[in-house]
């Protein structure tokens, strides 16, 4: 949604309004900032607050739930390409894919949210680890094709898609997968971003309240967020477009 918004800024970025348009828009809108109304730069400071990288949230969720950080990593890769957004055609959810169901039953009251998707994954892996004694293949089974198949056979499924994804977990395992340039921002960062963005949409429209407040600190803050949020692009594309070129010498 942040990008149809930012898109309403661009009639002052380019074309009829251009940077006469933006210093308009900012003279008018420009209040004290002891304005009791709404603070953008309140809202892009929480935001900036709350994001983290994601191998920070992984290396976390590894050494709580005791796993090795490069097989969750790896289960991350495989299940959705460390994407937060991911949805799956059955409905799994997240970086981790988890099933609605699944998800509450592990206390993940927002599977979006990367690190509460990252943490209920890692929970999960776990447990399933403790039931299978250990056994990675089993737990991986089960993770992809659930316990009940993995009791049904007496192992590993007989589903092709199950043992695929055994493979390419186990192989992604043994990657140095470096997560660091990965950033994401949490549930509550989402919604002082949205509202920061809500904010500047209206000081650039001209339809700002004299409740707003707009500095150049808080344009620091808007380009220092646009900054992470094109670094988490960029990162999440690469990581994306390895795992296609995988994918393709595979099948060659």
Do not use: C, W
């Not at 900012?26 to 929480?46: I, L, R, T």
């Not at 990252?118 to 089960?142: C, D, F, P, W």
């Not at 509202?195 to 620091?220: H, W």
């Amino acid at each position: 949604m942040e990008f149809n918004q930012t898109a309403r800024l661009n009639p002052y970025l380019n074309g009829a309004g251009g940077q006469q348009g933006i210093h308009t828009a900012y003279e008018n809108s420009k209040v004290s900032s002891k304005s009791a109304g709404v603070s953008f730069q309140d809202s892009m400071k929480s935001a900036l607050k709350t994001t983290e990288s994601m191998e920070s949230i992984f290396q976390e969720a590894a050494q709580l739930y005791g796993l090795d950080v490069n097989f969750l990593k790896a289960i991350g890769k495989a299940e959705s390409g460390f994407n937060p957004q991911a949805v799956s055609s059955a409905g799994a959810q997240g970086v981790m894919q988890l099933m609605p169901a699944t998800a509450r039953s592990l206390g993940v009251e927002d599977s979006f949210d990367a690190r509460s998707n990252i943490m209920g994954g890692a929970k999960y892996i776990a447990g399933l680890l403790e039931r299978y004694q250990g056994n990675k293949v089993l737990a991986l089974s089960a993770y992809n094709a659930g316990s009940g198949n993995v009791d049904k056979y007496g192992g590993v499924p007989p589903f092709k898609e199950t043992q695929n994804y055994i493979q390419k977990v186990l192989s992604y395992a043994g990657e140095d997968m470096d997560l660091s340039g990965v950033l994401t921002t949490g549930a509550a960062g989402s919604s002082a971003y949205q509202s920061a963005l809500d904010v500047l949409s209206k000081l650039a429209a001209g339809t700002g309240s004299m409740g707003l407040s707009f500095s150049q600190e808080d344009a620091q803050y808007m380009v220092e967020m646009m900054r992470l949020r094109m670094e988490t692009m960029f990162h999440t594309q690469v990581l994306s477009d390895e795992e296609e070129r995988e994918s393709a010498g595979a099948l060659i």
